[in-house]
């Protein structure tokens, strides 16, 4: 055990904090531009470009039924081209959907870093509010595990729709030190810290979390929870683990967003 963590403290001075925090954060895949062809009926394929002219690709799935979208911003593994049944079933709920794919992933160029992917997030509200024109309260951030960071950081002083936060996780030195990392914790630092950024969202947040979560603990979103000083409510999945809440119990998952999104989108 000593001898790992020598290692790895070595790796971090040779190469960096940030450099080691974003090789254990992210885990991209590429799209082939093959399958792209074979998307399903209603689903459209579109390109953003950041401020640092970043071209991100991503999906959107119009409801021509509501006037809400939700920007929905994946994990920290595929790409968002994996996500798009969740997109579709999110559209379900009665909202267009706008799915982000982080600079590096699928299509997109770039390296992911997390001021890279907040980045992406500030280019997909402009994109939401200028291109397609919706104002910001019809638009619902959501995050799902390291897209909870994403979701927070656009949403910080704004006052849109709602958050809808799905197994957020507290901080990066946090998930580290619930992860075993012990002393080395301390490399991650600042990053990926949602709890600095609670006092300064100001939106209706709703949380889902599933009880035997084994990738960010349960406890974390309760913590984030119990922080947040807005409207606010917290939904449970019992025996949910990180990436089968929907699968586990579709009908609490998919009405807890679908109330949420009716309470307060307006009409």
């Known amino acids: 055990m000593r ?19 974003n090789w254990m954060a992210f885990f991209p895949a590429v799209t082939k531009s093959t399958v792209v062809e074979d998307m399903p009926a209603g689903v459209k394929e579109i390109y953003i470009t950041a401020d640092d002219n970043i071209r991100l690709q991503c999906f959107f799935v119009p409801n021509s039924l509501s006037k809400n979208l939700v920007v929905y911003f994946h994990g920290n593994a595929g790409n968002i081209y994996d996500r798009i049944p969740e997109l579709i079933d999110l559209a379900k709920t009665g909202v267009s959907v706008l ?18 992917i907040c980045k992406d997030g500030e280019a997909s509200l402009k994109y939401a509010t200028e291109e397609l024109g919706y104002s ?65 969202i100001i939106s209706p947040v709703l949380i889902i979390h599933g009880d035997r979560d084994e990738v960010v603990p349960w406890a974390m979103g309760e913590q ?31 009405n807890s967003i679908k109330e949420f999104v009716q309470i307060h989108g307006g009409k």
């Not at 729709?161 to 990066?172: E, K, Q, V």
């Not at 949910?240 to 609490?252: A, I, M, R, V, Y």
Request: with cysteine; charged share 20%.
């Open 3 to 21: 001898k790992k963590y020598f290692i790895c403290v070595c790796f971090m001075f040779l190469t960096g904090c940030e450099t080691i925090v």
């Open 99 to 116: 799915g982000i794919g982080y600079r590096g992933y699928g299509k997109s160029i770039g390296k992911p870093s997390e001021s890279g």
């Open 136 to 200: 910001p309260d019809k638009i619902f951030m959501c995050g799902r595990s390291l897209g909870t960071v994403v979701a927070l950081n656009i949403s910080v002083k704004r006052k849109l729709a709602g958050i809808i936060l799905i197994t957020p996780m507290t901080s990066g030195k946090e998930m580290a030190k619930s992860h075993g990392f012990g002393p080395l914790a301390v490399i991650a630092g600042e990053a990926f810290n949602n709890l600095k950024k609670l006092p300064e």
């Open 224 to 254: 984030i929870f119990e922080l947040l000083q807005v409207s606010k409510k917290m939904v449970t999945i019992g025996g949910g683990f990180h990436n089968d809440l929907e699968f586990t119990n579709p009908e609490l998952y998919w």
